[in-house]
């Protein structure tokens, strides 16, 4: 009886997790999402963990993965190993995925800017990635002075235009007229679960 009760509440969990828009696609919502080493602490209180959410995503049909546009873990626990475990395992399952919202997801270390700067190289099909409000995202231009440094131009160029770590902006102000009118756009479309209260006076 537990288990059907636990496996209920893990597919409701889900299913509100998964928001449509005409407009934007759908959207994962994994505000609720903690890491696998904090979740005994939280799991009272609604939390999942990385590890279970990564799990039920899997579960999904393949057809209701591919609509998933924007990956939301705004004030998600995550941490470096969270950061990880996304994207290992979670990430090469939603292939046209544009938005991964990361901000507030406690990531300080310049191991998970190593990693951001694996993501940013492996899925193609991500328009922005939102480090506001994590350590990472002071440590952010000098990173990418260094790739410049070390010839990686290529990489550097993703950083300053889809990397956005401060009030909105993206990395340096760098970024042609064209592409600040497709962010524009998408901030518009995305406005419902993108803008925090906090956040909204500073764009």
């Known amino acids: 009886m537990k288990y059907k009760i636990e496996f209920y509440l893990a597919a409701l969990f889900l299913a509100l997790s998964l928001n449509s828009s005409a407009m934007a696609g759908r959207t994962l919502d994994g505000t609720k999402v903690v890491s696998d080493e904090d979740i005994e602490w939280l799991a009272d209180e609604g939390y999942v963990s990385t590890s279970k959410f990564v799990q039920q995503v899997h579960e999904l049909d393949p057809e209701e993965r591919e609509e998933v546009e924007t990956l939301n873990l705004q004030s998600a626990l995550l941490g470096s190993s969270g950061l990880k475990i996304i994207a290992d395992d979670l990430l090469p399952y939603l292939p046209n995925l544009k938005l991964l919202n990361l901000y507030g997801s406690q990531l300080r270390s310049r191991e998970d800017l190593v990693l951001l700067a694996s993501i940013l190289d492996r899925f193609n099909s991500l328009q922005y990635v939102d480090i506001d409000g994590n350590g990472i995202a002071t440590q952010t231009l000098s990173f990418v002075k260094e790739y410049e440094a070390e010839g990686q131009e290529e990489l550097a160029k993703k950083f300053q235009k889809k990397v956005v ?39």
């Open 165 to 203: 770590f401060s009030c909105k902006t993206l990395l340096k102000n760098q970024f042609p007229g064209a592409d600040r009118e497709k962010y524009d756009e998408w901030y518009q479309t995305h406005a419902s679960f993108y803008v925090s209260p906090l956040r909204t006076l500073t764009y």
